[in-house]
Every structure is written in structure tokens, then in C-alpha cells.
């Protein structure tokens, strides 16, 4: 692979590779994608400690079409405002690998779907959710009736909300995830 190719040090890449999930020819990868959201073109060198506007970092297709893009920038940025250095990003992109382990992921959607980042997931975050996942929001004719919203709300508590407190807490939420065989495959990126 040769280090001399490369923007990072071979050590360098070691560090990223013993942090990520990621192979070293991944990490090169994700630096080229990430490149083109700074510089707008692939393989021109930056400043690995720049900022990139979350706006700028949804404009990777892969995000792009998201209904999450927004929330996954802003749990994974360093200052929580969704701007990402190139550390964010890699590390977002490691947890959305096919290699990263299923509680891993679990911990991150649980984070992405906390709306208020209470630590728990309460009737707003979850309308947020359906909302996201139905293509929903205040002025859609998608948006669902609001008895059938509560209806669904209601099924999800049913079904994960054990202790009956109308919120799910991560060990409820990690636990209806855990019957979701294909949870990890859906929870993914690809680059």
C-alpha cells in the first residue's frame, strides 16, 4: 500500500485501523469521500482537523437520501452541531459498516432516534421517527392522521415498554431490537 501514496502516515492509518472497523484500504476510501465534500473534488489534500458544515456532508448521496442524515451527522460530531471533521465522519461511517457489531449499532440508532437526547425515547421522539420513516412532516399529506400516529405509538409500547412508563429506555429499546434479525443489515452505509 505504501504510505508514501497516502495522506496518512502508515502508523497513522494502523491508529485509525485499530479504532474503526474499517480495513486500511477502507479508511483511504473514506478519506476520498470525505476529500470531495471539502473540496468539492476527489484526491486534493486538506487539513484533517477542518470543519465541514453538516449541510455540506448531506450532500453525499448516501445521506442525502437518509431521513436520519441529519440526526446521524449531529450525534456523530464532536460538538453535537452535525459539522464533522474527518475523525467524525470515519467513525460514523465505521459504526454504519457492515463490519461494525450489531450493539454497537443498536447504541447509535438509540442515540440518533432521541430527538430531545433525554436517554429516552418518548412519544415526540418516536412520532419523529414514523414521521422520518413515512416521509411525513407538518405540511405533508403523508403525514399520518393523528389517531392512527397515537394507534402506532401505542403498539410500540405495547410490544417494547416493559416497564409500562409510556418512554422506551435503551435496555427496552436494545431488547425489541434484538428481535429484529435484519436490524443490523438495514443499519448500514455503504460507500
Not at 166 to 173: G, I
Request: aromatic share 10%; charged share 30%; with cysteine.
Amino acid at each position: 500500500m505504501g504510505a508514501s501514496n497516502s495522506v496518512f502516515s502508515e502508523q497513522a492509518l494502523e491508529d485509525y485501523q485499530e479504532l474503526t472497523y474499517f480495513t486500511k484500504k477502507e479508511i483511504l476510501h473514506v478519506h476520498k469521500r470525505f476529500s470531495e465534500v471539502v473540496t468539492g473534488q476527489q484526491g486534493e489534500s486538506f487539513d484533517l482537523t477542518v470543519k465541514v458544515p453538516m449541510k455540506s456532508v448531506l450532500m453525499l448521496e448516501e445521506l442525502k437520501v437518509n431521513p436520519f442524515g441529519d440526526r446521524m451527522c449531529k450525534v456523530f460530531s464532536s460538538d453535537g452541531t452535525g459539522d464533522m471533521t474527518f475523525e467524525d465522519f470515519l467513525d460514523m461511517m465505521s459504526v454504519f459498516s457492515d463490519n461494525a457489531p450489531k450493539n454497537v449499532k443498536v447504541e447509535y440508532a438509540f442515540r440518533i432516534y432521541d430527538f430531545d437526547n433525554d436517554d429516552m425515547l418518548s412519544n415526540s421522539d418516536l412520532e419523529e421517527v414514523i414521521n422520518r420513516l413515512t416521509g411525513g412532516n407538518e405540511d405533508d399529506k403523508l403525514k399520518l392522521p393523528e389517531a392512527d400516529m397515537k394507534m402506532l405509538i401505542e403498539n410500540i409500547y405495547q410490544e417494547a415498554d416493559l416497564d409500562d412508563d409510556d418512554t422506551l429506555s435503551f435496555a427496552e429499546f436494545e431488547h425489541v431490537i434484538s428481535k429484529a434479525p435484519d436490524f443490523v443489515t438495514s443499519f448500514r452505509i455503504r460507500l
